[in-house]
């Protein structure tokens, strides 16, 4: 089981940063891959970042590239997401997620069926 808790939401102008946090408990986070996803009102929920157990690869969605930033320290079970240069677009409820190994694949990831436990998200407001 591993629980996951996110943080760092809140309200920014345009043009500023913030970054994410989430912990996670349990032994096991390090053999977990983790992602971001996101969703705004009346929107599906949509891929935003992914990174390995390793924390060796990255992943983002084309939306924020360059943008934001996925790190992850497994020593202190947290994994972030340091958020650029934020637009008004990119206000959401921005969710944590863990998924094993298997079954997850560059194919896969930027779905949410990979993913097997989820924060309860935090909000992020960009204001214009």
């Known amino acids: 089981q591993v629980q996951l808790v996110e943080s760092g939401g809140g309200l920014v102008q345009a043009g500023g940063s913030l970054r994410l946090s989430c912990a996670a408990s349990?032994?096991?986070?390090?053999?977990?891959?983790m992602g971001w996803f996101r969703q705004a009102p009346g929107k599906e929920r949509e891929f935003v970042a992914a990174i390995r157990w390793s924390g060796i690869r990255t992943y983002y969605a084309d939306s924020v590239k360059g943008r934001f930033t996925n790190s992850r320290d497994n020593a202190k079970n947290t994994v972030s997401l340091q958020m650029n240069s934020l637009k008004p677009e990119d206000t959401a409820v921005y969710y944590c997620?863990?998924?094993?190994?298997?079954?997850?694949?560059?194919?896969?990831?930027?779905?949410?069926?990979?993913?097997?436990?989820w924060g309860q998200g935090t909000q992020v407001t960009v204001s214009s």
């Open positions: 997620a863990a998924g094993a190994e298997r079954g997850f694949t560059i194919a896969t990831m930027k779905s949410l069926e990979p993913y097997d436990y």
């Open positions: 349990g032994r096991t986070f390090s053999s977990y891959n």
